[in-house]
T-cell receptor, first 113, second 109 residues
Framework: KAGVTQTPRYLIKTRGQQVTLSCSPI?????VSWYQQTPGQGLQFLFE???????NKGNFPGRFSGRQFSNSRSEMNVSTLELGDSALYLC????????????FGEGSRLTVL | GQQVMQIPQYQHVQEGEDFTTYCNSS?????IQWYKQRPGGHPVFLIQ?????EVKKQKRLTFQFGEAKKNSSLHITATQTTDVGTYFC?????????FGDGTTLTVKP
């Protein structure tokens, strides 16, 4: 069965721009979580969606937003990009909301210049 | 909020030596998960521990969950070069998983 698919894999943006990242979960998984990974901060939780509703949100500014569609695919958006937003953005899907085994995608590596 | 801490941050071993990473939570956990991330890769689920004092083995890997369900460890016996990567523990809190900062293992052949 296909794994979690994230697009794009790599992208370069400049400060002030906005970016949209996409995540297709494993078929049948209804929970999608997003994490930001940087060398200095580890894996930081951004938000989780389950059945098209945001169930949890991490401590990130409002520039970070997301949504989930009826087919469980999810997108996250970062507006007004800052240099510090450069990171690997990981999407993870799971069967259950919140505490189940997480299946990660390969990530979208964002570089902000 | 919940904090999950891992030590050590880095571990360099000679191939064949043992390796242990420790995970401590500021709160009692309902369960704990372990993940491995190879260099340039993404985290991959290894195991979930649920019961107090639980011990699980996967070949050369031994996972333990503390009696108080606030700490856990991963022990690798006789490391191999294929064991290199970063090992993360993760504990659930309020419906989300909080990850430790990870222990990065390098193995010298």
């Amino acid at each position: 069965k296909a794994g979690v698919t994230q697009t794009p894999r790599y992208l370069i943006k400049t400060r002030g721009q906005q970016v949209t990242l996409s995540c297709s979960p494993i078929s049948g998984h209804r929970s999608v979580s997003w994490y930001q990974q940087t060398p200095g901060q580890g894996l930081q939780f951004l938000f989780e969606y389950f059945s098209e509703t945001q169930r949890n949100k991490g401590n990130f500014p409002g520039r970070f937003s997301g949504r989930q569609f009826s087919n469980s695919r999810s997108e996250m958006n970062v507006s007004t990009l800052e240099l510090g937003d450069s990171a690997l953005y990981l999407c993870a899907s799971s069967l259950a909301q919140g505490t189940g085994e997480l299946f990660f995608g390969e990530g979208s590596r964002l570089t902000v210049l | 909020g919940q904090q999950v801490m891992q030590i050590p941050q880095y571990q360099h071993v000679q191939e064949g030596e043992d390796f242990t990473t420790y995970c401590n939570s500021s709160t009692t956990l309902s369960n704990i998960q372990w993940y491995k991330q190879r260099p340039g890769g993404h985290p991959v689920f290894l195991i979930q521990l649920v019961k107090s004092g639980e011990v699980k083995k996967q070949k050369r890997l031994t996972f333990q969950f503390g009696e108080a369900k606030k700490n856990s460890s991963l022990h690798i016996t006789a490391t191999q070069t294929t064991d290199v990567g970063t090992y993360f523990c993760a504990g659930p809190e309020a419906g989300k998983s909080t990850f430790g900062d990870g222990t990065t293992l390098t193995v010298k052949p």
